[in-house]
């Protein structure tokens, strides 16, 4: 199964004093989640990645664009089958279970929801697939780790036999030690169930080791992306080096031309402004940047919407 997100645009209404204006959260972002693939979306707080994630799994509808579902004749899969096979992994275990319900209530119910069988035996299946044990299944949201009861919600997402799996910040709300844990869980779910995963973070070390491709997000809008060891070693985009420099991979550091940025708030989008919504925080500005940008090959692969990487300007 492949989802194919084509223009993408978000609007959401805002209150500016007393006047009512338009916030553009995203803004014409087109990717592709193929199985077996993982593709990191990655960017500062405030750049549209949870509204991303939101839309994908159909929880808001897009102001415009469009996203497909195709199996793999390429035959577009009904709206009533989507949610069987896309699923979401959220930020906060702890909020996403129920405190009231048992382990094996959380698994049962997608199973039955999405036409399976749901008898012990099934939830027991699903728990091996994460690495839990079999007994978890009796205990209840607070007797459990964090790690655990991320795990179920990985298993919970799995249950409906999804094919993609937006997992949005599925580590950050959890202790560091156990971080890679859950992250290798979901790369060998990636490879041994042949998922498509779209994993959202603002950790450009993890987005590296973890996905094949990322993608980089600001302000709502796709700066750059590519093959992920391209884009964080050789970022192109001024803001790619920003993220890049400031990141605390060892490997990363110190490479990217930064000097004088900070990492800092994202302010709203003005959506009359065609041009590069980076200029005002970018070193390397010239008058052109308030023009719209293409984007630009940068290498195999690997694209940059910057008009430094335009030939003659
Ligand atoms: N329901 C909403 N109403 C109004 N504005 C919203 C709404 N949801 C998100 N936004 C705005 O849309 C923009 C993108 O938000 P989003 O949560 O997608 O960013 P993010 O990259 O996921 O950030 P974070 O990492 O902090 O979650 C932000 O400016 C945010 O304030």
Redesign the pocket.
């Known amino acids: 199964m492949t989802v194919e997100v084509t223009g993408l645009v ?1 609007d ?3 209150r500016s004093g007393f006047r009512r204006a338009t ?1 553009r ?2 803004d014409d972002v087109s990717f592709t989640l193929t199985p077996g693939r993982t593709l990191a979306l990655v ?12 839309v994908i799994a159909r929880l ?1 509808a897009p102001t415009a664009g469009g996203i497909t579902l195709t199996d793999p004749d390429g035959a577009r899969v009904p709206d009533r089958r989507y949610r069987d096979h896309v699923q979401m992994v959220f ?1 906060d275990p702890f909020a996403s279970l129920n405190p009231f319900h048992t382990v094996e209530h959380h698994l049962t119910r997608p199973l039955r929801l999405h036409g399976h069988r749901a008898t012990r035996e099934d939830v027991e299946r699903l728990l091996a697939k994460v690495n839990l044990p079999g007994a978890l299944a009796d205990r209840r949201p607070h007797e459990l780790s964090g790690g655990q009861r991320q795990r179920v919600a990985i298993a919970r997402a799995l249950a409906p036999g999804a094919t993609t799996v937006v997992a ?2 599925p580590v950050s709300m959890l202790d560091v030690s156990i971080r890679l844990g859950v992250l290798r869980l979901l790369s060998r779910l990636q490879r041994e169930e042949d998922l498509a995963i779209l994993y ?1 973070t ?1 950790d450009l070390a993890t987005a590296r080791h973890f996905s094949d491709d990322i993608l980089v ?1 600001y ?2 809008r796709v700066v750059e992306r590519g093959p992920a060891d391209e884009v964080i070693l050789r970022p192109k985009h001024p803001y790619t080096r920003l993220l890049a420099a400031a990141a605390p991979d060892p490997d990363a550091r110190g490479r990217a031309p930064a000097s004088g940025l900070e990492v800092t708030g ?1 302010p ?1 989008v003005r959506l009359d402004d065609p041009g590069c919504t980076f200029r005002d925080r970018c070193p390397l500005a010239t008058p052109v940047c308030t023009q719209p940008v293409a984007d630009h090959r940068v290498g195999s692969g690997h694209h940059a919407k910057c008009w430094l990487y335009v030939d003659g300007a």
């Open positions: 978000k959401y209404p805002i916030l959260a995203v960017g500062e707080s405030g750049s549209g990645k949870s509204t991303i994630a939101k808001e930020q949005d910040e959202i603002h997000l302000r709502g994202n709203p």
